[in-house]
C-alpha cells in the first residue's frame, strides 16, 4: 500500500509503533480512505533499519509504500500490520522534495545559482577573514558534535585561541526549522562580528537530517552575512544547508579542523613572509658584502696595477733615457773624435802642403834670384851697350850735329831767325855760321 | 670624519666610479693615492653600515621569531 502516515505513538518499552495509514486526494489533501495500522516484532525492525537508511524517522507525514498484512480483530476492527517498508520509495520521495526544494530555492531568490559543481550563495560567496577566532556555533545542548568541535578547535596543535559562543536548539526534525531559524536570526541580532558560524551536529544515529533539507534554512543560510561553516555528520548525500552555506565538512570535528587549517594556512604565509625576509635580507647582506670585498679587490688591484704600470713606464723611459744619452754622447764623442782626427790630418796635410810650397818657393826663389841676377846682368850689359851707343860722340860719329843757338843746343827751329847766328857742332869740330833762310820740310829725307 | 649625509647608495656610486677610473687607468697617479684613500674609506663606510644594518635586522629578525610562541 502507498499512504501517508499520521497519528503515530512508538511504545519504547514495547516496541510497538501505532499509526494511522492515509490517502490523501491529489488537489485539496483531503483524506480520502484512512485505516489503523502497526507495526511490532519484525516490523519493527524493518522500520528503524529504515530509519537509518533514509535519515529519516518514522513519523508523521511520511509518504511510505508498505507491506501489509490485514488483521481484523472483533474488538478493535480491521487493521493492518507492517510487515515491511520499502525504503528506495522513500528515498525516491525525499530526492523528489530535496530536488524540487533546490529548483525553488534557485528559481525564488537571486543571491543562489547553480554553478558546475554546486551553488553560488550569497554566503558561499563571502571570503573568510585571514583569521578566524570569534565563532558562533549552532547546536544541540552538549551534543557529542559540539564537544568534537569545542574540543578539537581548543585544544589545536598550534595554540591557537578561539572565542566560541553556543548557540543551542533542536537539530533534528523538520518541524524544528522555525527554532533554527530564530537561532541564526538571533546570531546576526547580537551585532557580534563572529568570523563564522558554525553549525555542528554529531553523527551518531542515523535519524532525521531532514532540518537540514529544509526550504527556510537553506534560504536563509545562503542568504546569511557572515561565512557558514557546516559539520554536520551523516552519511547520505550532502543537506542542501550543506551546498547553501559558505563550506561543508563531513562532521564537527572536521569543521574545526577547516578552522585550524585555515587559521594554520595563514600562519603559514605569515611564517614563509618571515622566512623570505629572513633569507632576503641576508642573501641582500651577502651579495652586498661580496660586492664590497670584490670592488676593494679590484680597486686596491687596479692601483697596483696602475702604479706597476707608472713604474715600468718609468724605469723604461729611465733606461732610455740613459741609453739614449749615452748613445747621444757617444756619437757625440765619435764625432768629436773624428773631427779631431781629420783635423790632425788635414793640418798635418796642410804643413806639409805648407812646408812643400815654402820648399818649391825655396828652389824657385833661388832658381829665379840666379836668372834674374843673369838677365839683371845682361840687361844692364845691354843698356850700357846702348847708352854708350847713344853717347853724342857716337851719334856726331855717324854724321849727325848739334846746333846751337844763343850758347844752348836746341832741337827747335822756332827760336833760330834768319840772320841769326849757330854753332854746328860735329865729330870733331865746330862750324860757326849763319843761318841764310828757314825751310820747312817734312822730314822725309832721312828716310832715304 | 665622513660626510654626515654619506649614504650606502651614495658612497657605493663614488665607489664604482673610482674603481672604474682606476680600472680603465683614467686617473693620474698624482690623485691615485687620494683616490685609492678615500676609496678605502668609503668601503669601510659601506662595510659599517652594512654590519651595523645586519646587526639590526638580526636582532628584528630574532625579535620576529621570538613573537612566534
Redesign the interface.
Known amino acids: 500500500m502507498v499512504a501517508d502516515v499520521t497519528n503515530h505513538t512508538y511504545k519504547a518499552d514495547k516496541k510497538i509503533h501505532y499509526f494511522e495509514l492515509v490517502e490523501k486526494g491529489e488537489k485539496n489533501s483531503a483524506i480520502t480512505a484512512k485505516i489503523m495500522g502497526k507495526a511490532w516484532g519484525e516490523g519493527t525492525v524493518r522500520l528503524s533499519d529504515f530509519e537509518k537508511k533514509t535519515g529519516q524517522v518514522f513519523t508523521n507525514n511520511l509518504h511510505v509504500l508498505v507491506l501489509l498484512s490485514v488483521d481484523y480483530h472483533s474488538l478493535y476492527g480491521l487493521s493492518v500490520n507492517v510487515l515491511d517498508i520499502d525504503v528506495n520509495f522513500t528515498l525516491g520521495v525525499l530526492e523528489q522534495q530535496r530536488n524540487a526544494t533546490l529548483k525553488r530555492l534557485e528559481a525564488e531568490n537571486d543571491f543562489i545559482m547553480k554553478t558546475a559543481d554546486g551553488y553560488s550563495t550569497h554566503n558561499s560567496r563571502l571570503k573568510l577573514p585571514l583569521v578566524i577566532q570569534r565563532v558562533a556555533v549552532i547546536s544541540a545542548s552538549n551534543s557529542a558534535g559540539n564537544e568534537d568541535f569545542r574540543h578539537t578547535l581548543q585544544h589545536n596543535d598550534f595554540?591557537y585561541s578561539f572565542q566560541i559562543d553556543d548557540y543551542y536548539t533542536i537539530v533534528q526534525g523538520d518541524n524544528n526549522a522555525k527554532l533554527f531559524l530564530n537561532k541564526l536570526i538571533e546570531i546576526y541580532n547580537t551585532g557580534i562580528a563572529y568570523d563564522a558560524v558554525v553549525i555542528a551536529r554529531g553523527g551518531g544515529a542515523q535519524s532525521d537530517f531532514l532540518i537540514f533539507d529544509n526550504y527556510n534554512i537553506g534560504r536563509a543560510v545562503a542568504k546569511f552575512p557572515i561565512p557558514v561553516i557546516t559539520g554536520i555528520g551523516h552519511q547520505k548525500n550532502i543537506s542542501i544547508t550543506d551546498l547553501m552555506a559558505h563550506t561543508n565538512t563531513k562532521t564537527p570535528t572536521k569543521a574545526a579542523e577547516f578552522i585550524i587549517a585555515h587559521n594554520r594556512n595563514f600562519e603559514m604565509g605569515l611564517?614563509s613572509l618571515?622566512r623570505n625576509?629572513?633569507i632576503k635580507?641576508q642573501q641582500l647582506?651577502l651579495s652586498?658584502?661580496k660586492e664590497?670585498e670584490d670592488?676593494?679587490r679590484?680597486?686596491?688591484g687596479?692601483?697596483r696595477e696602475?702604479?706597476l704600470?707608472?713604474k715600468e713606464k718609468l724605469s723604461f723611459t729611465k733606461q732610455r733615457l740613459a741609453a739614449d744619452t749615452r748613445g747621444i754622447l757617444h756619437e757625440h764623442q765619435k764625432k768629436l773624435s773624428l773631427k779631431a782626427q781629420l783635423a790632425a790630418q788635414i793640418s798635418q796635410q796642410l804643413l806639409r802642403q805648407k812646408k812643400s810650397d815654402i820648399d818649391y818657393l825655396k828652389g824657385n826663389i833661388k832658381l829665379f834670384t840666379a836668372g834674374y841676377f843673369r838677365n839683371r846682368a845682361v840687361g844692364l850689359e845691354h843698356m850700357h851697350k846702348s847708352i854708350r851707343l847713344m853717347s853724342p860722340q857716337n851719334i856726331l860719329k855717324k854724321g849727325y850735329a848739334i846746333v846751337k843757338a844763343n850758347g844752348k843746343i836746341t832741337s827747335s827751329t822756332e827760336n833760330i831767325k834768319e840772320g841769326e847766328d849757330i854753332e854746328v857742332i860735329l865729330h870733331n869740330t865746330i862750324l860757326k855760321s849763319t843761318v841764310k833762310e828757314k825751310i820747312q820740310y817734312d822730314g822725309r829725307e832721312t828716310d832715304l | 670624519m665622513m660626510e654626515e649625509k654619506l649614504t650606502y647608495e651614495v658612497a657605493w656610486n663614488e665607489l664604482t666610479t673610482i674603481s672604474k677610473e682606476i680600472e680603465n687607468e683614467t686617473i693620474s697617479v698624482d690623485e691615485l693615492a687620494a683616490k685609492v684613500k678615500r676609496a678605502s674609506e668609503l668601503i669601510a663606510f659601506c662595510q659599517g653600515r652594512l654590519k651595523d644594518t645586519e646587526k639590526e635586522v638580526g636582532k628584528i629578525i630574532d625579535g620576529m621569531e621570538n613573537q612566534q610562541s
Open positions: 595554540g611564517l618571515q625576509i629572513v635580507s647582506f652586498h658584502f664590497l670592488l676593494k679590484v680597486i686596491s687596479s692601483a696602475l702604479l704600470q707608472h
